[in-house]
């Protein structure tokens, strides 16, 4: 089963606009890592929160992560046309054998120029 | 980027016949991972290795084997294909001791008829 759980599944906005997306899950967690899918590629990581903080920035990105209501939210500023992709929110759980990750269903993003 | 590969890239197959895909890393990573991407359930872990010939199974491991001889190659066979296997297949390797972050291979497109 799919620990993470992102929202919306699908988002559309106009170049310059943020993008807001909601990754919920349910184990406690070690970090929880978003990624990003460029259309027919794989996945690259964009950046990892652990369970320890609250807020993390990585140029346009803004990740909170808020363990008591077991949820995450990303957050990409001035959208451009190339930050259309699918992102997906991974969770780490405690206790995971072999650092396997829980990958939520991904929300797809349209920015549109 | 990491060092990783996917052979084949596409592949179409009929129903019965055994397939094996490679993956292949030049990172010196212990951990391999195998996932399926299917519309609607995101990414599901098959199997994984933990070092050379240590693996185990993922959530989605019935109709899978994998075998890792060696530290750079994880292989995954559908020993006899159905048409429910029809997925995207990608690779990832992960560094113990890091912080849980995974690389992804290209994908392998899989087509059962």
């Known amino acids: 089963s799919q620990q993470g759980e992102e929202d919306p599944q699908a988002l559309s906005i106009q170049e310059g606009e943020n993008a807001t997306m909601n990754c919920s899950y349910k184990t406690s967690i070690n970090n929880l890592q978003w990624y990003r899918q460029n259309s027919g590629r794989g996945l690259v990581h964009l950046i990892l929160i652990r369970s320890n903080e609250r807020e993390k920035h990585s140029g346009r990105l803004r990740v909170t992560l808020d363990t008591s209501k077991k949820s995450s939210s990303l957050l990409i500023t001035a959208s451009r046309a190339a930050d259309t992709a699918s992102y997906f929110c991974?969770?780490?759980?405690?206790?995971?054998?072999?650092?396997?990750?829980?990958f939520g269903g991904g929300t797809r993003v349209l920015v549109k120029p | 980027d990491a060092g990783i590969t996917q052979s084949p890239r596409h592949k179409v197959t009929e129903t019965g016949t055994p397939v094996t895909l490679r993956c292949h890393q030049t990172?010196?990573?212990?951990?391999m991972y195998w996932y399926r991407q299917d519309p609607g359930h995101g990414l599901r872990l098959i199997h994984y290795s933990y070092g050379v010939k240590d693996t185990d199974k993922g959530e989605v491991s019935d109709g899978y084997s994998v075998s890792r001889s060696k530290t750079e190659d994880f292989l995954l066979t559908l020993e006899s294909a159905t048409s429910s296997q029809t997925s995207v297949y990608f690779c990832a390797i992960n560094e113990r001791g890091g912080e849980n972050e995974q690389f992804f291979g290209p994908g392998t497109r899989l087509t059962v008829l």
């Open positions: 990172e010196n990573h212990r951990y």
């Open positions: 991974a969770t780490a759980p405690i206790k995971a054998a072999g650092n396997k990750l829980t």
